[in-house]
């Protein structure tokens, strides 16, 4: 049994469009057997497991505990790290935990997950601008369109106007939602997409990894992001700094969370065969 096929054991429903038939899968363990297994995948790879409960919802404790055990990791190998090693040691455990909570958040994403919609910083609306056609009539029919910027200014006869006003109108990126996909935009959360060049060249549709995201599918948080966050706890990690260890060091730790997500796999396949 491997970690994703646990799912359905927390989230009953999703058994029915699984398309497998009820007790016939060889994946059909009973529920003390079941049990057993995540117990003691728990106990081998305690990271891997919550890190993955976590991810899929199943638990926000086990969310919680990925993060803090993440944190200790961070804690353990930073000092690796001249910059991170220099940081006062009432702060050091504040930046470790930051960026252990940046880089679950990263590992979190997927297609599926949602961001803030950026358009109209997740309020749902956006103000917009809004030009209604005025029209000044004398006796004869408009001739001239102008845009009058001063409607102060006495305004000729027969002429029709532009007057802009500020609406308030529903955000066109989210449809009043506040949250946009996390999936590229270029390959829809595919990870896969048609090679323009080699194309062109085959006179066949060629695919291949999605340039814009790496054949991942979804974008990732900027590592900025996490860097911002650290900024607000120490003025002592320039961009530069950041940008040569800070940032391979956050990068490691996301890594971190995937090697652990798959040891916790194959512990359970193991535990469970
Ligand atoms: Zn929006
Ligand atoms: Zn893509």
């Known amino acids: 049994m491997s970690l994703e096929s646990t799912v359905r054991f927390h989230f009953p429903k999703s058994q029915s469009f699984s398309g497998t038939a009820p007790n016939t899968s060889p994946d059909t363990l009973t529920g003390t057997d079941y049990i057993a297994g995540m117990g003691m995948t728990m106990a081998r790879a305690p990271m891997g497991y919550s890190a993955f409960m976590g991810k899929v919802g199943v638990s926000e404790n086990d969310a919680r505990r990925a993060v803090s055990l993440l944190t200790e990791y961070a804690l353990q190998t930073c000092d690796k790290v001249a910059a991170l090693r220099k940081l006062e040691s009432d702060i050091k455990p504040a930046v470790m935990q930051t960026l252990a909570t940046y880089a679950y958040m990263d590992y979190c994403q997927s297609a599926a997950s949602v961001k803030p919609c950026e358009c109209c910083k997740a309020t749902g609306f956006i103000d917009a601008d809004v030009f209604t056609m005025k029209s000044r009539f004398g006796t004869q029919r408009p001739g001239v369109v102008t845009e009058i910027k001063r409607l102060d200014e006495p305004l000729p006869e027969n002429t029709s106007y532009q007057v802009r006003d ?21 390959c829809k959360g595919r990870g896969r997409a048609v090679m323009k060049a080699e194309s062109e060249k085959q006179g066949v549709p060629v695919m291949g990894d999605c340039k814009r995201c790496g054949g991942r599918g979804y974008e990732r948080i900027p590592a900025v992001e996490a860097f911002r966050a650290i900024c607000e706890i120490t003025q002592s990690i320039s961009l530069a700094t950041w940008d040569r260890s800070g940032k391979p060091f956050y990068d490691q730790l996301i890594g971190k969370l995937e090697i652990e997500e798959t040891w916790a796999n194959a512990a359970l396949i193991k535990v469970t065969a």
């Open 166 to 186: 500020v609406e308030r109108i529903l955000c066109p990126e989210c449809k009043g939602k506040c949250v946009v996909s996390s999936a590229c935009r270029d």
